[in-house]
């Protein structure tokens, strides 16, 4: 992703490099010169039992409308797909989140088992479709659960970039969403630290 500086900085890609460093000048990434290819933000979120606790499904909720009018606002495509309890399903997109809002995510509940490896399926899906129909296009992956989950998914070959948020915040914490970005290569952020 780095190359050749253009007139603006991509931030997210940008965030993505610098992790938990301090910012530098080689961690800035600039946007890519193809404005036709576009860019895919499929956000993946856990709607587990273990979410509801804490408030964190709240949590997440109110950072992906943040997220999504951040890609509403830079013309990007966004796709949401929500996993719980049995499965997981495709709740909006791929397309340009022109009138995302709160309403939206109202009616996602949340309860049940944490079937990570199906949304993260249901998300390979999106990713692979939107391969086919725009090569050229930007896929980023976004995966916000607090990683109380067995499943040992397979990282998406058609995820250019992809992104844990991690809402775990028991006494006792596993790592699993550490565990498997460091196994996919993926950046891990917690919550606030992508609220600005």
Partial sequence: MQGAPGKRIAWLPTLVAKRQDTLRAGHLRFAREAPWSGVLHCFVLDCSGSMLGGQRLALAKGLLIA??????????????????????????????????????????????????????????????LSARRKPAQQRWLWILTDGRSS?????????????????????????????????????????DELIA
């Fill in 67 to 128: 997220l999504f009018d951040r890609a509403g606002a830079s013309r990007a495509e966004a796709a949401l797909v929500c996993f719980g309890g049995a499965g997981a399903d495709l709740r909006f997109g791929p397309a340009v989140p022109r009138w995302w809002n709160e309403r939206w995510l109202r009616p996602v509940g949340g309860g049940g088992g944490t079937p990570l490896a199906s949304g993260v399926r249901q998300a390979a899906q999106v990713l692979e």
């Fill in 151 to 191: 499943d040992q998914p397979v990282r998406p070959r058609h995820a250019d970039e992809v992104v844990f948020v991690d809402f775990e915040r028991a006494a006792i914490r596993l790592g699993r969403c550490r565990t498997l970005a460091d196994a996919w290569g993926a950046a891990l952020f917690a919550p």
